[in-house]
């Protein structure tokens, strides 16, 4: 299969707490696994992105996790601020080297 | 280097009509993937050209084509424009494929009336 599903599908959050966001993924080939970040009105962002041979990568406040024997991943946003608010999609590699998205999740911080 | 570029950047067509949208990828990709992004159906993948050849397609009709030039620049038509093509258009380019680090255009708004 090619299903990404991504939950919850909004979250709001206080400014200063963390925010995670679970994607779950159905293709066991599936070895890259980006998040994208779209604010209202401009295009999605890559800010980013995990291979299957490690399990955590982190960058300043944001960090996904990798659970390949359960075929999920997650963000972590970490001391959230308001500009941290848009949609984040997540992805998974399929075959033929494509892309496959969840439908994404609005991420509201509350100042 | 400059970013993946799309144009125009807003359509307005009719229903029966034809479209066509042009990306211009970031300098050295070789990939570049086409998305429908609707708000109820998220990023629908349409098809991937690489080289000028077209690596893969999605489950969209026949309406949709699109090809590569030899400057990996790419572009995507829709004929017989219908209501339900109403979208942003989103090319993502890349050094290698999607499996790998994609970065997206601003997109084109396509209404349909």
């Known amino acids: 299969g090619e299903n990404v ?12 707490d963390s925010a995670v966001i679970k994607c779950t993924y159905s293709d066991s080939a599936s070895n890259y696994f980006p998040w994208y970040k779209q604010e209202l009105g401009k295009r999605p962002q890559l800010i980013i992105d995990i291979r299957s ?14 659970n390949k024997t359960a075929k999920h991943f997650s963000l972590h946003i970490t001391e959230t601020q308001p500009e941290d ?27 | 280097k400059a970013g993946v570029t799309q144009t125009p950047r807003y359509l307005i067509k ?28 998220g990023l629908q993948f349409l098809f991937e050209y690489f080289s000028e050849t077209q690596r893969n397609k999605g489950n969209f009709p026949g309406r949709f084509s699109g090809r590569q ?6 572009e995507m038509n829709v004929s017989t424009l219908e209501l339900g093509d109403s979208a942003l258009y989103l090319c993502a380019s890349s050094s290698t494929g999607p499996g790998y680090e994609q970065y997206f255009g601003p997109g084109t708004r396509l209404t349909v009336t």
């Not at chain 1, 041979?53 to 990798?66: F, M, S």
């Open chain 1, 53 to 66: 041979n490690v399990g955590e990568k982190k960058d300043q406040r944001i960090a996904v996790t990798l």
């Open chain 2, 69 to 74: 030039f030899s400057n990996s620049r790419s």
């Open chain 1, 85 to 111: 608010s848009a949609v984040y999609f997540c992805a998974a590699s399929i075959r033929n080297n494509r892309l496959a998205f969840g439908k994404g999740n609005q991420v509201v911080v509350i100042p």
């Open chain 2, 14 to 41: 009719t229903r029966g009509q034809q479209v066509t949208l042009s990306c211009s990828p970031i300098s050295g990709h070789r990939s570049v993937s086409w998305y429908q992004q609707t708000p109820g159906q």
């Open chain 1, 5 to 16: 599903e991504q939950h919850p599908s909004t979250l709001s959050v206080q400014e200063g």
